[in-house]
């Protein structure tokens, strides 16, 4: 079936560094999101982008947190500068035409922030 | 709070059993609800879902309940196997918005 992948599937920064977390959807998909999965709870909705912009975010996205999707290539998650508390399972999604249905989700990419 | 919880963590099951996880949720809103499946270290994989209009959906061996009323809805597996063995999220939503997922339940079928 269709494959969302996320590279790297591991990643260990500085408190305070920059960190970018790429997510390469699948190829004929319109709507991004993330999802952001602390150690031991749930899954829990960072943000949503369609058409170049951000449609919701929610209240876990701070401020340090941006995405974007340049034409072509990685949808991408920043974080500048990075938390102790960011430490998480990051999860890429993508979708078709933005229904619930049709949601496609990467493997995750576990970053620690030190 | 939590809008949507899996009450079990986990769940032990003897293959050929009935595998039965359930799912709440608070949001009166909600109108799609979904399982996901998912293995160590991969993604998630919806499994089956349904909307509101429907109180039950089969695929298979798999049947998702859905009772509005009690805001409740659970998923069967029959003739459960051991390659069943997976962590089971129940997600739902309002309309095409955002889903919220369960903490997940652990299931494990015993050969």
């Known amino acids: 079936g269709p494959k969302v992948l996320q590279i790297p599937s591991h990643q260990i920064i500085d408190m305070g560094q920059m960190v970018t977390l790429n997510c390469d959807p699948v190829s004929n998909h319109l709507y991004f999101y993330w999802y952001k999965q602390i150690l031991g709870q749930q899954m829990e909705f960072l943000v949503n982008?369609?058409?170049?912009?951000?449609?919701?975010k929610s209240k876990l996205f701070k401020d340090q947190f941006s995405v974007e999707r340049p034409d072509g290539s990685y949808f991408t998650l920043k974080i500048q500068p990075t938390a102790l508390e960011d430490s998480a399972v990051y999860f890429c999604a993508s979708s078709p035409l933005g229904s619930a249905e049709t949601l496609y989700f990467g493997s995750g990419t576990r970053l620690t922030v030190l | 709070g939590q809008q949507v919880k899996q009450s079990s963590p986990s769940l032990t099951v003897q293959e050929g059993g009935i595998s039965i996880l359930n799912c709440d949720y608070e949001?009166?809103?909600?109108?799609?609800f979904a399982w996901y499946k998912k293995y160590p270290d991969n993604s998630p994989t919806l499994l089956i879902s349904v909307r509101s209009n429907v109180d039950k959906r089969e695929d298979g061996r798999l049947t998702v309940f859905l009772n509005k009323s009690g805001k409740h809805f659970s998923l069967h597996i029959t003739a459960s196997q051991p390659e069943d063995t997976a962590v089971y999220l129940c997600?739902?939503?309002?309309?095409?918005?955002?889903?919220?997922f369960g903490a997940g339940t652990k299931l494990t079928i015993k050969p």
């Open positions: 949001n009166d809103m909600f109108d799609y």
């Open positions: 997600a739902a939503g309002e309309g095409n918005e955002k889903i919220t």
């Open positions: 982008f369609y058409n170049g912009k951000v449609m919701e």
